[in-house]
């Protein structure tokens, strides 16, 4: 069994219960706040999204944050003032969106901000808002007066009314990581997908692999990442889900035909 406190913060436990006889349960358990909150930033762990949310159906805003140059705070400041950085960051989003969001620790320097509902403008406020507080923020134990900077790339993840698929929020973490990527070339930058490319921005195109098998859809990764951004779908709903999304932006379909929901 697995009890869960609501909030942008959680805390959950594994119970079990085992019957002895008709007249005696033994109960036992264990606290897994330690898998499901990242101890540095107090932010819901990578592993929490994965078991608990990539999955959900979702609908609102999505946007991967990643601190810029926390390697340069590393090495001219050393580790503690980078890890101070981070937690200044989780805190400042945490000052902005309140109880209304979630943030999940996604990798070393990057965060994932969800706002379920929201109208795309009030996002863009939202993040506008995070990045000005950013620069303000004192870092302690960094010498300089460095402020942090973030890129960001954000999308909004919507019902397919058209073809009656509902979007699964890995889909659109997926998109905000390309666009994310985007944002990192310029720095201090927030990226969506109606952002203009910028001149001499190289943007590559997307092919889709759509193979019900994980290991063959991260081999034709491996292979294609250096020239395409790969999308994937595991079935025929989630290849329909990409379409509707890219559209004539795919340029290519690599397609298993012996998969299941095709």
Partial sequence: ????????????????????????????????????????????????????????????????????????????????????????????????????????????????????????????????????????VSI??????????????CVMAQHFAAIAIEAVLAQAVQRADRLMYRAKRRKDAVVTEDTPVEEGEEIKPHILVVDDAAMNRAILREMLAEDFNVLEAKDGRECMAQLETYGADISLVLLDMIMPEM
């Fill in 1 to 136: 069994l697995r009890f869960r406190q609501g909030g942008v913060g959680c805390r959950q436990y594994d119970i079990r219960i085992d019957r002895i006889n008709d007249k005696v349960l033994v109960i036992s358990g264990r606290d897994t706040q330690e898998q499901e909150i990242d101890a540095l930033t107090g932010a819901l762990s990578r592993n929490h999204y994965q078991r608990e949310m990539s999955n959900e159906v979702y609908r609102g805003g999505v946007a991967l944050i990643d601190m810029d140059d926390l390697k340069l705070y590393n090495d001219i400041n050393g580790h503690q003032v980078g890890d101070n950085a981070l937690r200044a960051l989780a805190d400042t989003i945490y000052e902005v969106v309140g109880r209304s969001g979630s943030l999940v620790r996604y990798g070393g320097d990057e965060f994932l901000l969800l706002l379920p509902g929201v109208e795309q403008a009030a996002f863009a406020t939202v993040l506008g808002d995070i990045q000005r507080r950013l620069r303000t």
């Fill in 140 to 153: 302690p134990g960094c010498e300089g007066g460095q402020h942090i900077t973030i890129s960001v790339g």
